[in-house]
């Protein structure tokens, strides 16, 4: 569950049974696709969350209703950290 602003950005969501306080949207994007089949058009927000979780939401401008889904970032590959945890 998502509760939004005046402007319909996501404010709170709730994650593991409490809503918890958007502090940053990070970035957002829309998608309209595949009108001839099945129609999608959704609106995706980036956030971060209070606890400084990162996470994609999104909402169903078709069907309606917003779904969540965990944001992992990219594993760093340029290196490997040697015994003081720096990479080289």
């Known amino acids: 569950m998502v509760e939004t602003d005046e402007a319909g950005a996501p404010r709170a969501i709730a994650w593991r049974g409490r ?9 957002r994007w829309r998608i309209d696709d595949e009108w001839w089949r099945e129609e999608i058009a959704r609106l995706y927000y980036e956030v971060e969350i209070e606890g400084g979780r990162r996470m994609t939401v ?18 760093f ?6 015994d003081d945890g720096r990479y080289r």
């Open 19 to 27: 809503f918890r306080r958007v502090i940053a949207i990070h970035d």
């Open 58 to 75: 999104f909402r169903d401008l078709v069907a309606g209703g917003w779904f969540l889904q965990p944001y992992h970032p990219a594993a």
């Open 77 to 82: 590959s340029a290196g490997s950290a040697g």
